[in-house]
């Protein structure tokens, strides 16, 4: 059973600091692995996908990396600002059964002014 | 922009009454779920609907049915709310591929009083 584990549970950060955001899954046979971002008492906003067969992706100031084999991914923010402020979580896809998700409990994240 | 709507940001209910939770999306998605989330716990597979009619239970579907009679909607009944159904419940839905996106509603704070 795929599990998903994201370090560190929070993080606290001065604002204008990059920082990285980790996700480990325990089964390498994936087809993508997706972040999103929860702001307080909303739903969850995707940022990227990224698909098994990359090794990153990139939207503006977000780099998410991925390494199946070591069973990881990184979330890099660049030039974080209090605006970043939100839970951070990663998803996999590992097909199966109708392509769930399988979620890890998400980092959340302070940028300090 | 694509969308997922939730019908409800928050509700609050009675014990014992019978809840409806719908969701609707616009995507001509095949595959809709129904997550709660609570602190401490990340976001848990209740049910998911593959196709119009089918159905199949995620992680913890004891207390909670779902009716799917269109495509684009899909409802969450707790049948006889209980005091711990008191959650976030979000609603998702995606096609039945590894590689596209999952997309999410704005969420239900349900509260059962």
């Known amino acids: 059973k795929q599990e998903v584990t994201q370090i560190p549970a929070a993080l606290s950060v001065p604002e204008g600091e990059n920082l990285v955001l980790n996700c480990s899954f325990t089964d390498s046979a994936i087809y993508n692995l997706q972040w999103f971002r929860q702001d307080p008492g909303k739903g969850l906003t995707s940022l990227l996908l990224?698909?098994?067969?990359?090794r990153e992706q990139t939207s503006g100031r977000l780099n998410a990396s991925l390494d199946k084999s070591s069973g990881r991914s990184t979330l890099y923010i660049a030039a974080s600002q209090p605006g970043d402020s939100a839970t951070y979580l990663c998803?996999?896809?590992?097909?199966?059964?109708?392509?769930?998700?399988?979620f890890g409990k998400g980092t959340l994240l302070t940028v300090n002014p | 922009d694509v969308k997922v709507t939730q019908s409800s940001r928050y509700l609050v209910k009675r014990t014992g009454e019978k809840v409806f939770l719908e969701c609707v999306q616009d995507m001509d998605h095949e595959n809709m779920f129904w997550y709660r989330q609570d602190p401490g716990l990340g976001l848990r597979l209740i049910y998911f609907?593959?196709?119009?009619?089918?159905?199949e239970k995620g992680d913890i579907p004891e207390g909670y049915s779902v009716s799917r009679e269109k495509k684009e909607r899909f409802s969450l009944i707790l049948e006889s709310a209980s005091t711990n159904q008191t959650s976030m419940y979000l609603c998702a839905s995606s096609f039945p591929d590894g590689y596209t996106e999952a997309f999410f509603g704005q969420g239900t704070r349900l509260t059962v009083v």
């Open positions: 990224i698909q098994s067969s990359q």
């Open positions: 998803a996999v896809n590992s097909g199966g059964s109708n392509y769930k998700l399988t």
């Open positions: 609907s593959y196709d119009v009619k089918m159905k």
